[in-house]
Every structure is written in C-alpha cells, then in structure tokens.
C-alpha cells in the first residue's frame, strides 16, 4: 500500500518561502517520476513540477527560477523549494508518483497560502 507524508504547508507573505516535503512508503522510490501539482479554488489542477527517475527537472512557465524540485531516493523523499511566493501560488499542493508499469498514487495534499 502506497503512502504519503506532506508536510511544509502553510501561511505566508508575498516574497516569503516554503519548502514542501513529501516522503513516501510503499513503492521503489528510485523508479518513479515525482511530481508537485496543484490546484486553486475553482481552477483545475496542475502541474508544477516534477523531477524523474533520471533527475531530470521540468518546471512550469509560472514558476521558473522561483521553485526548485528535487529529490532524495536514500529518504524515498521529493521536495518543493518554493521563493519568492505570489498570492498566485494559493493552493492545495499535492505530490505524485508515476512510473509506466502501474497507477498513478496521489498524496493527501498541503495548503499553501500567499497572503498579508
């Protein structure tokens, strides 16, 4: 049984930073792409970021040079590093696990607000 722990969440200024963590049991770590979504009152989730089994980091246009992913297969943990936060940034962050073989897993998400 897969399961994820997020943590990180919370309640910032405009200009502030978070960092997210999402560790997860249950599956070969190493194997998966992880990602970060997220999803906003009334918007549709989506992607954020996500780092896969190679490493290799993509990032959507909004938050370029502003959010770093990363990952570390020894703790089965991916992170969100997230800078210079915009009330645009609200939302629900969930993390993500997929490989080609089998489901999609989700984590419970963590709300991250952007606020004075």
């Known amino acids: 049984q897969v399961q994820f722990v997020e943590s990180g969440g919370g309640k910032v200024q405009p200009g502030g930073s978070l960092r997210l963590s999402c560790t997860v049991s249950g599956l070969i770590f190493s194997r998966y792409d992880m990602g970060w979504y997220r999803q906003a009152p009334g918007k549709e989730r989506e992607l954020v970021a996500e780092i896969n089994s190679a490493w290799m980091p993509k990032y959507v246009d909004s938050v370029k040079g502003r959010f770093t992913v990363s990952r570390e297969n020894v703790k089965n943990t991916v992170y969100l590093q997230m800078s210079s936060l915009k009330p645009e940034d609200t939302a629900v962050y969930y993390c993500?696990?997929?490989?080609?073989?089998?489901?999609?897993?989700w984590g419970q998400g963590t709300q991250v607000t952007v606020s004075s």
């Open positions: 993500h696990a997929t490989n080609p073989y089998v489901a999609d897993a």
